[in-house]
Structure formats: structure tokens, C-alpha cells
């Protein structure tokens, strides 16, 4: 079945360093990817998502590039803050088919000043 | 717009007690769905419901989970028997219905489940 592999955390950095974090599908079919995050005592909320191959998802800095020819999803920015300190989940769905989304195990971020 | 309500956020309860969540979607959305998330996990697919008819239930632990949607709006997932590892966050979610959404899904804050 479809499934999402995301690379292990925590991931620790210093505030404006340069951030990826690795995510990688296996999907029949065509599926929109998606970055979700978890602020500390937040519910996860949408953080960006790209519904076709070579398709560029973007917001807050961060950014993601959808590579059917990878099969990857990474998510980058430029230069962190402390507030970007969360748990970032990489998911994918079918929304032809209506399937839910199918998320990673998440990676934590934490970044200090 | 209201999000996604749901209650109780927390609870206690010991082994082989009952328990039950609520969760009401956001207005006009088709689509609702229930999560499991156990620490350091991603969320699981429970159920997913469209309208008031389940459109998949193949990882709900049917022996002691069940959940309904009775009039198309909000949904209750109950757990009885509970287990210890039934200790998690469950997270409900909605989103429009198959034939418009985009795949986003709205999440509520959850309710987390601690069993001893």
C-alpha cells in the first residue's frame, strides 16, 4: 500500500541555519503530497502541499518540490527561527480516489537562539 | 470560521474501562475522519466517514472501537474495552467531500487518552 518515509529526529540547529528534512513516498496513482506541522500544544494544521509532479508547495519560508522521478518530497528553508521549533509530518493522499492521508512518523525540530 | 471541536482533551481512565470522544467537523464539510496517534508516531487512519456512511474502517480495531456519524455531522469514537496500549491522541479531522477537496484535511486539537 502507500506509504511515507520521513527521515529519523530530532533535528537540532541553530537559529538561520539552513533546514531540509527528507521525505519519500511509494503511491499507485497520483498523489498530492503535504508538509503538516505540530506546534507544541497545537493541533497539526496544514504548512504547504503540492498536487502534481514538479509542482513547488511554499509558505513561511518553507518550500517543498514535488519529484515524481525520486519519488521525494523534501522540505527546505532558508534560514530557521526559534519558532519554527515543532514536529513536521511529510503525508500524502488520493483525492481522485478519495483516500486519507497517509502521514510519516514526523520529524522534530528544535531551534535555539 | 469555527475549526474543528472536540472533547473531552483529556482523559484517564484504568484498563477494561470505557471511554468516548466527540468531535464536531467544521460546517459543511462531507468528509470526517478519526486518527490515532501514539508518541512518536504519525497519525493512523481509525475511520473515515462520508456524510453518515463509513468509507473505510480497515485498521479500526472492531472488537473494542466504534464509531458513528449518526445524522452527517458530529461523531463519537468510543474504546471498550480499553487496553494500555490503546494510550494515545485521537485526533479527529474533516475535510469537503471526495469529489471537491483537495486532500487538506482540518484537524481539532485532540483528546489524549491515557490508559493505566
Known amino acids: 500500500g502507500d506509504s511515507v518515509t520521513q527521515m529519523e529526529g530530532p533535528v537540532t540547529l541553530s537559529e538561520e541555519a539552513f533546514l531540509t528534512i527528507n521525505c519519500t513516498y511509494t503511491a499507485t496513482g497520483y498523489p498530492s503530497l503535504f508538509w503538516y506541522v505540530q506546534y507544541p500544544g497545537e493541533g497539526l494544521q496544514l504548512l504547504l502541499k503540492?498536487?502534481?509532479?514538479?509542482d513547488k508547495g511554499s509558505n513561511k519560508g518553507f518550500e517543498a518540490t514535488y519529484r515524481k522521478e525520486t519519488t521525494s518530497f523534501h522540505l527546505e528553508k532558508g534560514s530557521v527561527q526559534v519558532s519554527d521549533s515543532a514536529v513536521y509530518f511529510c503525508a500524502l493522499s488520493d483525492p481522485r480516489a478519495g483516500t486519507a492521508l497517509i502521514f510519516g512518523k514526523g520529524t522534530t525540530l528544535s531551534v535555539s537562539s | 470560521e469555527a475549526g474543528v471541536a472536540q472533547s473531552p482533551r483529556y482523559k484517564i481512565i484504568e484498563k477494561r474501562q470505557s471511554v468516548a470522544f466527540w468531535c464536531n467537523p467544521i460546517?459543511?464539510?462531507?468528509?470526517l475522519y478519526w486518527y490515532q496517534q501514539i508518541l512518536g508516531q504519525g497519525p493512523k487512519l481509525l475511520i473515515q466517514f462520508q456524510n453518515n456512511g463509513v468509507v473505510d474502517d480497515s485498521q479500526l480495531p472492531k472488537d473494542r472501537f466504534s464509531a458513528e456519524r449518526l445524522k452527517g455531522v458530529d461523531s463519537t469514537l468510543k474504546i471498550q474495552p480499553a487496553k494500555l496500549e490503546d494510550s494515545a491522541v485521537y485526533l479527529c479531522?474533516?475535510?469537503?467531500?471526495?469529489?471537491?477537496?483537495?486532500?487538506?484535511?482540518?484537524f481539532g486539537e485532540g483528546s489524549r487518552l491515557t490508559v493505566l
Open positions: 479531522a474533516s475535510s469537503l467531500s471526495a469529489g471537491e477537496h483537495t486532500g487538506e484535511l482540518f
Open positions: 460546517s459543511g464539510h462531507a468528509t
Open positions: 503540492a498536487t502534481k509532479a514538479d
